[in-house]
C-alpha cells in the first residue's frame, strides 16, 4: 500500500502535537505540512520539545493552499475555524476534524450549543460506540473522507454508557460528573489554567447543562437506546495535565444484577482492544491510561437506590483526540485499526 501524506493543522497546539506524536510511529505515512495561526514561521521544536524529530519543522499558515495536495489533513483547530477551511479543500483530501464543527447532527442542538450556523454533520469517529441495531459505529468509518473525532467527555461519558443502553439495561435519567486534566482546554492563556489558580485544587465549570459536549452525549446515548435520552453533565477541572475520569450513573431496569450488568459490558467490549472492562473491584485511573489510547472501564450496581454505575477513564489527548483521529485515520483508509496507536501508558 502507498505510504500517505499527511498534514496537520493547529499543529503548535495541544491536539495536534499529541496527532503528531503519534503519526511520527505511523509506518504508513509521512508527514507534510504542519500549520498554526500566531505561531505561524515558528521552529515546531519551540512549542513541542518533545517532538524531536520534527523539531527544526517550520510551521507554516493555516491556508488551504498549503494543506492541498496532501491525502489526508487532520484539523485541530479552535471549533469554528474548522468548516470554512474543510470546504476549500478538494474533494479527494480525507479530512479528519478535531474540533465540534462537524459531531451534531441536529441543527437546532448545534444552534442551542454554538450559537452559530450548523455547518453540517460527518461521520462520526468512535469506532466502539454501540449504534442502532446493536452494530458499533466503526462500520460507518471504512472508507468515510470527512470524519468527526467525538470531544473528550463524550468519549469517555457515551462509551461509559451506550452498552447500558443498548441493551436496556439503564432506562434513563443519566447523571455524568467527569473531572478533566488542564490540558483539556487547550494551550491558549487563561487565568483560571495558571498554576496558582489550578494546582491544589478542583473546581465545577460548565454547571447547569450547559457545556457544549452534552448534546453530543445525548446524541450518541440516544443512538444506543433508539430513543431520546437526555443527560445531566457537570464537568469539572482537576490538578492535573492530562486525563478524564468520568463516573457516570443511570436509572436501573428493575431487577437488574450487578452480575448482569457486567456481562453485557463484557459482551459489549470483549473484542475491542483500546476498551477494557477491568477485573471485578479494580476501577479506573487517570494514571494507568496515561498516553495510550486506552478506555478503562468498571461497572456495578447501586442496589439500594436502583442505578447503574460505570466509572470511564481516557486521556483527554489521546483516545480523547489524538488517538482517537489517527484510529479513524486507520479505518478511513483501510489499515489495521491499531497502526500506531499506543495501549500501553506511561507510569509512573
Ligand atoms: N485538548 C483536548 O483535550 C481536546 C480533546 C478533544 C478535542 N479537542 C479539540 O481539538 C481542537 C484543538 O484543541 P487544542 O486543545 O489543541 O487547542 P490549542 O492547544 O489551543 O491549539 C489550537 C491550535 O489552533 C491554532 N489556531 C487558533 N486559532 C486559529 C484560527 N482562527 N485559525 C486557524 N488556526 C487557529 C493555534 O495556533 P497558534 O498556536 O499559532 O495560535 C493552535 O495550533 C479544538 O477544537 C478542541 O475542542 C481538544
Not at 474540533?99 to 448545534?110: H, I, K, T, Y
Amino acid at each position: 500500500m502507498q505510504v500517505l501524506s499527511v498534514a496537520v493543522a493547529g499543529a503548535s497546539g495541544y491536539a495536534g502535537g499529541e496527532i503528531l506524536r503519534l503519526l511520527i510511529g505511523h509506518p504508513e505515512v509521512t508527514i507534510g505540512a504542519v500549520t498554526a495561526a500566531s505561531s505561524a514561521g515558528d521552529p515546531l521544536g519551540r512549542h513541542h520539545p518533545h517532538l524531536a524529530p520534527l523539531a527544526d519543522r517550520v510551521l507554516q499558515p493555516t491556508t488551504a493552499e498549503t494543506l492541498a495536495g496532501h491525502d489526508v489533513v487532520f484539523l485541530a483547530l479552535p471549533h469554528g475555524a474548522s468548516a470554512a477551511l474543510a470546504r476549500q479543500l478538494p474533494d479527494d483530501v480525507t479530512v479528519i476534524d478535531c474540533g465540534a464543527d462537524f459531531r451534531l447532527v441536529d441543527p437546532a442542538a448545534w444552534q442551542e450549543f454554538y450559537g452559530s450556523e450548523h455547518a453540517g454533520s460527518w461521520a462520526y469517529g468512535m469506532p466502539e460506540l454501540v449504534i442502532e441495531g446493536g452494530v458499533k459505529q466503526r462500520t460507518q468509518l471504512a472508507g468515510a473522507t470527512h470524519i468527526a473525532v467525538p470531544g473528550c467527555y463524550p468519549t469517555a461519558s457515551s462509551l461509559a454508557l451506550a452498552p447500558a443502553f443498548a441493551t436496556g439495561l439503564a432506562t434513563g435519567d443519566v447523571v455524568i460528573v467527569a473531572a478533566s486534566g488542564t490540558s483539556g482546554a487547550g494551550k491558549s492563556l487563561k487565568p483560571h489554567l495558571l498554576a496558582a489558580e489550578a494546582m491544589g485544587s478542583m473546581s465545577p465549570y460548565g454547571v447547569g447543562g450547559v457545556h457544549r459536549h452534552t448534546p453530543e452525549i445525548e446524541q450518541n446515548l440516544s443512538r444506543a437506546a433508539e430513543h431520546t435520552i437526555a443527560v445531566s453533565f457537570t464537568p469539572t477541572l482537576a490538578p492535573m495535565p492530562r486525563g478524564i475520569l468520568a463516573t457516570c450513573s443511570a436509572q436501573l431496569a428493575h431487577g437488574t444484577t450487578a452480575e448482569q450488568a457486567r456481562a453485557a459490558y463484557l459482551n459489549a467490549y470483549d473484542d475491542e482492544t483500546f476498551v477494557q472492562v477491568l477485573p471485578e473491584g479494580v476501577w479506573p485511573t487517570t494514571a494507568a491510561v496515561l498516553g495510550s489510547n486506552n478506555v478503562q472501564l468498571q461497572v456495578t450496581v447501586d442496589e439500594r437506590v436502583g442505578r447503574l454505575i460505570v466509572v470511564a477513564a481516557i486521556d483527554n489527548l489521546t483516545k480523547g483526540t489524538g488517538g482517537g483521529a489517527v484510529q479513524c485515520l486507520n479505518l478511513a483508509r483501510g489499515f489495521d485499526e491499531h497502526l500506531g496507536l499506543p495501549t500501553t501508558g506511561v507510569a509512573p
